[in-house]
Each structure stands twice: as structure tokens, then as C-alpha cells.
């Protein structure tokens, strides 16, 4: 790598990249079940995609909490979050609280909330939809 | 002005700056190489004592016992430092059929493990051909569970290093031990388990440094001379001083991307001020998180591959995709040739104690070894000395250190566009720079106090910044160079260009010297690319100016350091850890005291030089008293020395004092002494049977035995006496200016003189 080269064509880059957002895969990932078992609440994530078996966390954000300890599957392409939660934090959460998934926590200002720094599409963040305490049992 | 003519005013501008020949130049290597094959043929084994067989505490089932071990295929000579390699968190298994990563543990049927700790086999190699022997250790069992853990795993992981430590001590010592199944015994003897040097990669990183504290937190049954993190996480921040540490963080690592392992940096600086461990971090430009382990390599393993750094900004990104015209990665081939030349100077200095390639890692000599295949743009290196071997000017740790430095000295601008200290959970906690810890790897979060940076931002060439040095500390003759971290705050600065300015050292007599630091550091480049969430990234490098290059100036009175905004017409940095890097090795200053005991031409010598936590000392005293045989030298630490009769010698004590830095100090200290015979030549029989308790004492001692008008006399180590009193009564109180230490008590009295060495210690 040539930092002079860079140099030079910075200028013109900077005519096409302004605003160039990361390529994320789609993970098409959703809430498959959520089971209660003792204190302790288990939400399953499932996707037809492996989640990345990395080094940083999958958080699950819930209306303002977030969620980092689970089970990770991932087996034959197809992957699996199983999300631990106490049974008292869940049944605090908000029925129809909107329902993020990151890898890596997301850094939210004063004012934001998981959805809208996801919305920006600008880090490995999916959306799964709203919480529905009445069909996801 | 429209963005188009913004670019084109840039344009132009990069082409002056190009033209007037303001960039970079290529820098002579100066230093041996430490990427070069040594010369001994390696031999590989590994042992695999089974899926389940380690009982880890905190692990809820028992781990794998496998790894592989690279060494010197003759085994001459020995034992062998030896180097522990943890990989981090990924798949553990694949299908043998679909080829498909998948990830429990044990392995299904149908399923084999991924061997992530083979990925590192080109290391492991190299190290043993210079006389290593390489453990790389299997962590898939940990990396199956770990998800659903509070803690990470981490525990876990300091644990599992731990019990391979024990499997191989338990083996070197030749005691029934598993291993000698699986490697025969060959090998027995052949670790030298007090020479150990770890690596961790990702989340391995993280678990070597819970490794060595609980190593630490065990008594240090093992002796951890070094610890590599390579793009690791640093989830529970916790704080490892003692042992020198070298962070690397790849610029465009996809996993990690907050490249938060510089905070084991930034956290261990100041937190014990003892601290003897250098640290040090390398920034590699164009890095990934993946490419240093083979396993995880796409093209180089069967399944469970990926190139992170294009999964998260997009293989056509323009900086950190692979497939961009104008990409800054490096590939796979030079990342792990990097990776391999720096931690091959790094552990071959503090494990092996080899100080060749010490300017490579101190920032002394900025060219990347060629075989690293790195350019100068590639590769920023940070340095903190350890606690002797730095003065610090302005720590810029805290929130007063805006306006009074670390010295004591004042600290004071003028004409800048603004100033402050941010960061490091101090009032400002963060600098605002980014609005995320993705832009900002040094920022500290919520109760985490990450690094604290003085902004200085200018648009004047006459605009200054300025740490007065109090009197006291003015004589920098022994000083090698004035050192600190920076960064360009790239939100108030222009897009895209690198800053300059001037150092200036002023002495008392008013005389200015000056330098470039572009002459010096490419450290204040503008961060490459752009995104919205992680690019650019503000990350520290260390700048250091030979104290040589300032000239015409008093060394010995410098009063003033200051830095004139006069070479960029505008800017914005960041600045942290202002100080003086001592000469190699200071200055020992040794002297010692001695006194006369009571018994013939007896005398006793005190070392009185204080030493560094970790260093290895070693004493020579010779008495000029050649008549006296063998007995004329010693190596004791204070030793007793009877002079063979009275007359004038010449007493000297030469000091070899080895650092945990790896730097060889001596000094000799020659002063003559007159012995004559003692005053009260008493045979031991005779003497007056005298105690003298507590011992240690605090604020008073017992003497036993004595009469009244006995006398007690206390003489320090100096041979100063600091106390004479008659003995009235059997307790006698200890002066309250009396300091800590080791005193002689002598109690003379008509029936002779009895001498006690007593220790102070309130």
C-alpha cells in the first residue's frame, strides 16, 4: 500500500463515497419461540443463515434493554440464538416493544433508541419485529 | 462552496503538499531483523488427551486437553523458553460432508473439530527455529459455551492455559504424566517454565491476561515474562501491570471493530506507579481480525473461513474491502508476516532476552522490518516505558493537568482555537469526536476510564502550548528523548492531510531549539477512510524526539517544553503521556555504608542502592584486602568482610541489575576505608549478655540485661548515629523522625559492647 497513492485519489473518492454504507449480509433472522423455564426466560432467535461464530457479542435489544448471554447453533447453514433472560426482566418488557439484533454492541446516543440506530443500516444490526407476549410463549 | 470545489481546493492542495516534498520519506533500516528463519530445524507433535478431560471451574463442562507443540528438532542444550498460543472464539466443528461450520462441543458424530489452534503453526514454527518451544492450545469446548456465560469465558480460558502449564510441568519433571504417551519423552526437562511468553488472539487475548493473574494469584508457580494481545476483546477490562505487554490492533478488523484491546494499554499505565512492565501497541493499517490465524483463512482451511473486515464494510469498500481499487488492505500473506516479525522481536526481547530488535518496539527505529512486508504507513507503534525508565512531564491523566503537569510545572497556551483535556472519565468524559467507541477505540465508557487526551487545536502559526519543568527536574543530560502519544482529531481537521509542527525545548538562559516532528514520527496521519459507523478510527502512536537532536541548548536547564503550531496553518490533535524516556539503562548511582563491628577488624557493608520490583541483581564487593584469600571478594548482598589488619583499602561494590525490560545495568562504587582495631576488643565469651526486643521494633525497644548507665547508640545504614541515650530503664522510646529501615543497635557498657542489627518498622 502506497499512502501517496491514496493521497492522490482521495480527492476523487471522496466524489463517490460520501454516505457509502457497510454491505451487511441479511440475516433474515426472527423470534422462533420463548419459553419460560423456572426464573428464567429463554428467547430463540433462528435464522436460515448461520449467525457469525465471532469473538464479539450478539445482543438482543428489547424496547431499552439488551440482552447478551445465550446459546449459539449454528448447524448446517442455519443458525440459532437461544437468549437467556430472568423471568422478572422479561415480564417487565413492554408487550409490542420493537425487537433488534446486533453483533457488537450498538452505540446509542442520548435520545435514540436501538431502532433508529439500526434503521441506519451502518453496522450489523437486524430488525426482528415487535415483542408479542401473547404468541411468543 | 459546493463539495465539488471542496475536493477540488483539496486536490490541489495534496498535490502542493506532494510537490513541495512535505511526505513521508523512507527512513534507512537500521535494525537486524527479527522476521529472519533461525537456524534450527523444527519438529512437531501434538497431544489430544480427549474432548472432556479438563475440569475447568469455571466452565460448566470439563474442556478439551489438546494442542500442539512445535520445537528444536535436536533439543541441544536447554530448557527452552517456551511460548503459549490461545486462540479466540469460532466454530468448533464442521460436517464432514456439507463441509458446514456448526457449534457445539464436543463434535457431534458426523462432525470433526476445527483446528483453530493449528492457524498459528507458521509462528509456532518460526519461533522454534530460534530456540522456542511453541504450545498452541485447543479452546473450542470454551468457545461452545461461552455465549451464555456473564463472565465471557474468560475465567475459564486463564484456567485452561493454566492447567496445560501444570499438564507440562508435571511432564518436564519426569513424573508419570499423560503427555508421555502422546509425545514420548524427549521432551522432559526441556521447558523452562519460569521463560514463558503467552499470546492470545481475540478472545484468547483477553484470556491470557486472566491467565497471568491467575498465575499471579496462584504465587506465579510460573514465570510469565510476556503477553501478546492480538485483536483481542477486552470485555472486563481488567488491568494486568508487571508483565510487559504488546497490544496489536488491525485497523480494519470486522469482528472487533472497536479495537478495544488498546485498552489494556491505556488502562495499565498509571494505575500502579510502581511499574516496571513496558507496554506497547502497534496499530497495523489495513488488518483484518481473521488473517493472523490460518484456520480461520479463507483458502487456507476446509470450512468456517470468512474474511471479517469484507463481512462488515463490504468486499468493495474503498479502504478496508479487498476488492476496492483503492483498498488499504494488507492480505493474508503480509498480515501474518507482520504479525510474525513484531511478536518475534517482542517475545525474543522479554522472554529471551534479546535487546536487538529493541528499537523496533520503542519506537527508535520506525522502518517495519522487511520481512514483515509493511511500508511505513502500515504500521504506528506506541510506547510506554516502564516507571524508571521515563520521567513524566504531563501525564494529562487527570482534569488539573490542563493547567499544572505532572512535574508540577505550569502549563499554559496561548491563541489556540481551543484546549482541554477529554476522555478518561474525567469531566469531559468523552472528547466527541465520533458519536461511537467504533471511531474512538481510547474513549472509556460508563464507569471504565479509558484514555484521557488533551485537544489542542490551532489556526495561528504563532499559537502554543506549553509544560514549564520546575527546577528540580531541569537536568535532562540523562534523559534519550522526549516522548508522546497523538493523534489528529480528524473532525477539526482538514480531510484527508497529515499535520506537522514544531517541538521546542527552551532552557533557563532563554535559548530555544527546535524540531520538526514530521522529522521524526509519522505518527500524526490522517486516519484512512470513511464510513459512517467505524471509519475513521482516532488511534494513539507515540512520537519521540532524540534528546540529541536538541542542540544549543543548556541540557542540564531545561526549563520550558513547548509545542508552536507553526508548520500546519490549521489543525487538531489529541495528545497524551508527555514525558522524558530515559537513557537505556538511567543511572544506578551505586554506593554503599558500612560500619565497624566489635569484634577485631570486622566491618560490615550495606548495599544501599534501592532496586526495581522484578529486577535481577547481582552483587560483586571487592575489599582490597588481597591478603585476605578467597574471602576478598564476595557476592553476597551486604556482606562482613575481617580485615586481615589495620590500614587503608580501597572498597568496591559493582552491581549488575537486569531489568524486566531486559536491560543490563552496572555501576561500580570504589571509596577507601581506614580500619583500625575496634574500640572494645571483647571475646565473644565475655560479652555482657544483652537482648534487645521487638525486632522488628515500631515505637520502642526492650533492652535486656543492660545496667544503668549503659549506653544505647543507634547508627543508620550511613553510619550516622541517630540516637544516644543512657539506659535508664529497661524500654527505651524510638525517636518519631526515625525512618523505616535497618539501624545498628549498640549497647556499650563497662563489661564490653554488644552489637544488634535492629529493623524500624512502624
Known amino acids: 500500500m502506497k499512502r501517496t497513492f491514496y ?88 408487550n409490542g416493544a420493537p425487537v433488534y439484533l446486533s453483533y457488537g454492541e450498538l452505540y446509542i446516543e442520548d435520545g435514540e433508541t436501538a431502532g433508529d440506530v439500526c434503521k441506519q443500516d451502518l453496522c450489523p444490526c437486524w430488525s426482528l419485529g415487535k415483542l408479542n407476549k401473547r404468541t411468543q410463549k | 462552496m459546493t463539495s465539488r470545489k471542496i475536493i477540488s481546493f483539496y486536490g490541489c492542495l495534496y498535490a502542493i503538499v506532494l510537490l513541495l516534498g512535505v511526505h513521508f520519506h523512507t527512513l534507512a533500516q537500521t535494525t537486524p531483523d527479527p522476521g529472519i528463519l533461525g537456524p534450527l530445524a523444527v519438529t512437531k507433535v501434538e497431544y489430544d488427551l480427549g474432548d472432556a478431560v479438563a475440569p475447568l471451574d469455571s466452565l460448566p463442562i470439563p474442556a478439551e486437553a489438546r494442542a500442539s507443540i512445535h520445537y528444536p528438532t535436536t533439543l541441544t542444550g536447554g530448557p527452552f523458553p517456551v511460548i503459549i498460543l490461545l486462540h479466540g472464539r469460532h466454530s468448533t466443528c464442521y460436517n464432514t460432508t456439507s463441509l458446514a461450520a456448526s457449534s457445539a462441543w464436543p463434535c457431534p458424530t458426523g462432525r470433526l473439530p476445527i483446528e483453530s489452534f493449528q492457524g498459528y503453526d507458521y509462528h509456532a514454527r518460526f519461533m522454534a527455529s530460534h530456540g522456542y518451544i511453541v504450545v498452541s492450545i485447543s479452546c473450542n469446548a470454551i468457545n461452545a459455551r461461552d455465549g451464555a456465560m456473564a463472565n465471557n469465558g474468560m475465567p475459564a480460558r486463564g484456567q485452561l492455559v493454566q492447567h496445560h502449564l501444570n499438564l507440562l510441568n508435571t511432564y518436564n519433571t519426569g513424573a508419570t504424566s499423560p503427555l508421555t504417551a502422546e509425545i514420548g519423552s524427549s521432551l522432559v526437562g526441556k521447558f523452562d517454565l519460569q521463560r514463558v511468553g503467552m499470546m492470545g488472539h481475540s478472545r484468547g487475548g483477553e484470556g491470557v491476561v486472566f491467565g497471568a493473574l491467575l498465575n499471579r494469584s496462584l504465587g506465579s508457580p510460573y514465570g510469565i515474562k510476556a503477553i501478546i494481545t492480538l485483536a483481542p476483546v477486552d470485555f472486563k477490562r481488567k488491568i494486568l501491570n508487571g508483565i510487559p505487554m504488546l497490544n496489536i490492533a488491525p485497523y480494519c478488523d470486522g469482528d472487533v471493530s472497536d479495537l478495544q484491546g488498546v485498552h489494556f494499554y491505556d488502562d495499565a499505565r498509571y494505575t500502579d506507579l510502581t511499574d516496571e512492565a ?260 482516532v488511534m494513539f502512536n507515540s512520537i519521540r524526539i532524540p534528546i540529541s537532536s536538541f542542540t544549543g541548548i543548556d541540557l542540564k536547564k531545561v526549563r520550558k517544553v513547548k509545542f508552536l503550531f507553526d508548520r500546519s496553518a490549521a489543525g487538531s490533535i489529541l495528545i497524551s503521556d508527555l514525558s522524558f524516556v530515559a537513557k537505556k539503562c538511567g543511572k544506578l548511582n551505586s554506593t554503599f555504608a558500612f560500619a565497624y563491628d566489635t569484634v577485631g577488624y570486622d566491618i560490615s557493608f550495606f548495599d544501599t542502592l534501592s532496586y526495581n520490583t522484578g529486577d535481577t541483581v547481582k552483587w560483586l564487593w571487592r575489599f582490597g584486602n588481597p591478603t585476605s584469600g578467597t574471602s576478598d571478594t564476595s557476592t553476597a548482598h551486604n556482606p562482613s568482610h575481617v580485615f586481615t589488619g589495620a590500614g587503608t583499602y580501597t572498597v568496591c561494590l559493582s552491581v549488575y541489575a537486569k531489568r524486566i525490560n531486559q536491560r543490563i545495568c552496572t555501576d561500580t562504587f570504589c571509596t577507601t576505608i581506614t580500619v583500625v582495631p575496634a574500640i572494645f576488643v571483647t571475646d565473644v565469651n565475655e560479652r555482657p549478655n544483652i537482648t534487645i526486643y521487638p525486632n522488628p521494633a515500631r515505637d520502642q525497644i526492650y533492652i535486656a540485661g543492660a545496667e544503668r548507665t549503659d549506653v544505647l547508640r543507634l547508627v543508620n545504614q550511613l553510619g550516622q548515629v541517630v540516637l544516644t541515650t543512657e539506659i535508664n530503664e529497661p524500654m527505651v522510646w524510638l525517636p518519631t523522625h526515625l525512618a523505616n529501615g535497618m539501624y545498628h543497635a549498640i549497647v556499650t557498657t563497662s563489661r564490653g559492647q554488644v552489637h544488634q542489627r535492629l529493623v524500624i518498622n512502624r
Not at chain 2, 342 to 368: C, K, N, Q, W
Not at chain 2, 414 to 434: F, N, R, T
Not at chain 2, 506 to 530: C, R, W
Request: charged share 15%; hydrophobic share 35%.
Open chain 2, 278 to 537: 513496558p507496554k506497547h501497541n502497534i496499530v497495523m493499517i489495513g488488518g483484518n481480525h481473521n488473517f493472523y490465524n490460518t484456520t480461520w483463512t479463507p483458502g487456507s482451511y476446509i470450512a468456517g473461513t470468512s474474511d471479517d473486515a469484507n463481512s462488515l464494510y463490504g468486499s468493495t469498500h474503498a479502504f478496508c474491502g479487498s476488492n476496492s481499487a483503492t483498498s488499504g488492505r494488507i492480505d493474508t500473506t503480509v498480515q501474518k508476516a507482520a504479525y510474525n516479525s513484531y511478536a518475534s522481536a517482542f517475545f525474543r526481547m522479554y522472554v529471551g532476552g534479546d535487546t536487538t530488535f529493541a528499537p523496533i518496539l520503542e519506537t527508535r527505529d520506525l522502518v517495519p522490518p522487511a520481512s514483515s512486508m509493511l511500508d511505513t504507513d502500515n504500521v504506528y507503534v506506541s510506547y510506554h516505558p516502564g516507571r524508571t525508565d521515563r520521567r513524566d512531564i504531563n501525564r494529562i491523566d487527570t482534569v488539573y493537568n490542563e493547567t499544572n503537569n505532572t512535574m508540577g510545572g505550569a502549563v499554559t497556551s496561548s491563541g489556540l482555537v481551543s484546549s482541554g483535556i477529554c476522555g478518561g472519565g474525567l469531566a469531559i468524559p468523552v472528547c466527541g469526536i465520533a458519536t461511537n467507541f467504533y471511531k474512538e477505540p481510547h474513549k472509556g465508557a460508563t464507569g471504565q476510564k479509558g484514555l484521557a487526551q488533551m485537544g489542542l487545536r490551532w489556526d495561528n502559526a504563532t499559537d502554543q502550548y506549553q509544560n514549564d519543568i520546575p527546577a528540580s527536574q531541569q537536568d535532562i543530560t540523562y534523559m534519550e528523548a522526549l516522548q508522546f502519544r497523538a493523534a489528529i482529531r480528524y473532525d477539526q481537521s482538514v480531510t484527508g492531510l497529515d499535520l506537522d509542527y514544531t517541538v521546542q525545548l527552551i532552557d533557563s538562559a532563554g535559548a530555544v531549539s527546535s524540531q520538526k516532528v514530521h522529522d521524526h514520527s509519522y505518527a500524526l496521519y490522517y486516519p484512512p477512510g470513511t464510513h459512517a459507523t467505524y471509519l475513521p478510527k
Open chain 1, 7 to 94: 493521497f492522490i485519489l482521495l480527492p476523487i473518492l471522496l466524489l463517490f463515497l460520501q454516505g457509502d454504507a457497510a454491505a451487511q449480509a441479511k440475516q433474515n433472522a426472527k423470534i422462533s419461540s420463548v419459553k419460560q423455564k423456572g426464573n428464567m426466560v429463554y428467547v430463540t432467535v433462528t435464522s436460515a443463515k448461520e449467525f457469525y461464530m465471532g469473538n464479539n457479542k450478539h445482543i438482543l435489544y428489547i424496547g431499552n434493554q439488551l440482552f447478551d448471554l445465550y446459546d449459539q447453533e449454528n448447524e448446517e447453514g442455519k443458525g440459532t440464538l437461544r437468549f437467556h433472560i430472568p423471568a422478572t426482566a422479561y415480564k417487565a418488557l413492554p
